[in-house]
Structure formats: structure tokens, C-alpha cells
């Protein structure tokens, strides 16, 4: 028997690339995305083979084909289903959910609620572009209201869901938000995905520059960013501005802009992001809600929330452990034919 060391290889970002042709459209947000993904799991510290990314339908569902680890492109709406099942049987994987927000907002909403209040270990990618892309340009469950698609040729009267606060309701451990062109920001996100015990929900801005192109400009672009975007950091007040003289303090429960240096302001009295408070938390997904509102807000980008709570699967096996303990090893056939039994002469 050979006493030599077998060192572990190093992986980079090409080793999580695979030979598959890529079949989006040139320029969509989803290259980056991937782009991203391939680039920080290489520095996670787990084996390729011990990675699985299971998708729905949709254009951000044929993420398994490009990635070069385990995976599956199931059903619509049902990718959590799936990845719950798997994570439930096989804990100690690394499990990734790639979701848009028709597969995860619509069909498959029932199922994305009830995968983040019994917070499995697993990681959600969610693509929002606001428009059902694959099938070519329906407006989706996160269109605004009076958009005009092929399927809405007087507007859209639904109002939409906002994903962050969606999951807040639902009590997921973990809310977060980024975008596919601010390729730091989305790095760091990913990694702060997976480094979470617990369901993680990541809301990804994604351009869908055939259907709905530029919806999300005036985050990305140099000209506009700086005033329209604030990114939250844990201890850090909420400030923003080309010249960061811009900030946002609470009155009461109320966000309130305020400019640095006008009425005795100072940034000491900005508001103070934690990412433990739960009731903040709230209040930063829904800052934009209000179309009506007075007062126009930059859109938050960063962790909102993150806290520790027992993953299902713990639990799970914890639970297991308890019953063979005090009733021994079960017998799946006594089990099925059950305490009563005839016999037929």
C-alpha cells in the first residue's frame, strides 16, 4: 500500500465551466451571473462532485448544463421540491436552486414559501428580469404595474411581488439582493450566500436585453448609480450620493432622506444597518414600494437579514436518531403490512 500524499487539487473557474454550447441570448445578464457563480466556487473549499445545482424552467433553468458539477433541470416551480428531497437525503452537499422569477414567483411560489420557513441548508439563485423571457416576453409575477407585453397589450393591472419581502414573510434566515453588472458586489453576495447555515435567498437583478432590456439601468449605469443605489453593511449607516452626502435616517418607523451637513445632520445620525433586526429588515425591502410616494428612495442592494435557526435537515436526523434509539431499527416490510393481517385458507 502506497504511504504517498494525495494533494488536493486546486480548482479554478474553468474547471466549473463545461463543453455545452450557451444557448442565451448575446448580452444577457445571466452570462455574468455565471460568470460569477464559476468564479467563487472555486474558493468554497468543497468537491466539484459534492456541488449540485438543480433548476426549474426558464432561461436561468439551464444553468445545470454550464456548470461542471452535479445537476438537474427538473420541473416548473418545483426546483425547491426536488433540492428538499435531496438535501433532506444527502445533508452534507453543497445544494444550489437556480430560479427566475416566473418559475419561483408563480407556479412555483407555494413551494419557494415552504422551502424558506423549514430552512434547509441550500442556497437560491433568483434571476429577476420582470418578464417571462423563455416564452418570449409575457409580463411575470415582478412586472411592474402597466406593462405593456404581448400578453398585457393594455398594461398590466396585477400588482407584483417583491421577492425580498416575499421571503422576509416567509421567515427566511437569509434575504439578500444584487445584480448581474456589479460583478464585486455580486461575488461578494454569492459567497455570503453560501457561507449562511441555512436557506439562503439571493435576488438577482438580471437584464433581459431581448424582452426587457434596461429595465434595471438606472441601477447599473455610472451616471445614475451612485444616486439610485445604497448598499446596506452590517454596522454601517445607510448612506449614499456621488459625493456620499446622502444618507437616510428612520423617523420612527419611517425612512426619511436627509443630506449630511444640512440641519445639523451628521452621519452619526444615519440610520445604522443590522442585519439581526428583523423589523429594519422589513422596512428596507419595501422602500420602494410605494409608486406614489413623495419622497423617491434609492433601491437597497446587500444583506438585509441573516440570522441562525436549526436547518430541517439537523432536525431531520436528530429525529431519526431519537426514534431508532427508543424503538430500534424500523422494518420497512412490518411497516406495510401493517398490525392487522388475514389469512386466507
Known sequence: MSTDT????TLTAKDFATDQEIRWCPGCGDYSILKQVQTVLPGIGVARENIVIVSGIGCSSRFPYYMNTYGMHSIHGRATAVASGLKASRPELSVWIVT???????????????????????????????IYGLTKGQYSPTSEERKVTKSTPMGSIDHPFNPAALAMGADATFVARSMDRDVKHLQEMIKRSEAH???????????CNIFNDAAFEIFTEKGSKPQEVIFVEHGKPLIFGANKDKGIVLDGHHPKLVTIGQDGITESD??????????????????????????????????????????????????LHDAKIAKGVGDLDKLIRGKEVWTIE
Open 6 to 9: 494525495i494533494q488536493p487539487t
Open 197 to 207: 447555515k441555512g436557506t439562503s435567498f439571493l435576488e438577482i437583478y438580471q437584464n
Open 100 to 130: 427566475g422569477d416566473g418559475d419561483s414567483m408563480s407556479i412555483g411560489g407555494n413551494h419557494l414559501i415552504h422551502l424558506l420557513r423549514r430552512n434547509f441548508d441550500v442556497n437560491i439563485l433568483l434571476f429577476n428580469n420582470q
Open 270 to 319: 444615519l440610520w445604522i444597518h443590522d442585519e439581526k433586526d428583523i423589523y429594519k429588515a422589513q422596512i428596507l425591502t419595501r422602500i420602494f414600494d410605494d409608486p406614489n410616494a413623495e419622497v423617491h428612495f434609492p433601491r437597497p442592494f446587500g444583506v438585509f437579514y441573516a440570522i441562525e435557526r436549526t436547518c430541517y435537515e439537523d432536525a431531520l436526523q436528530a429525529q
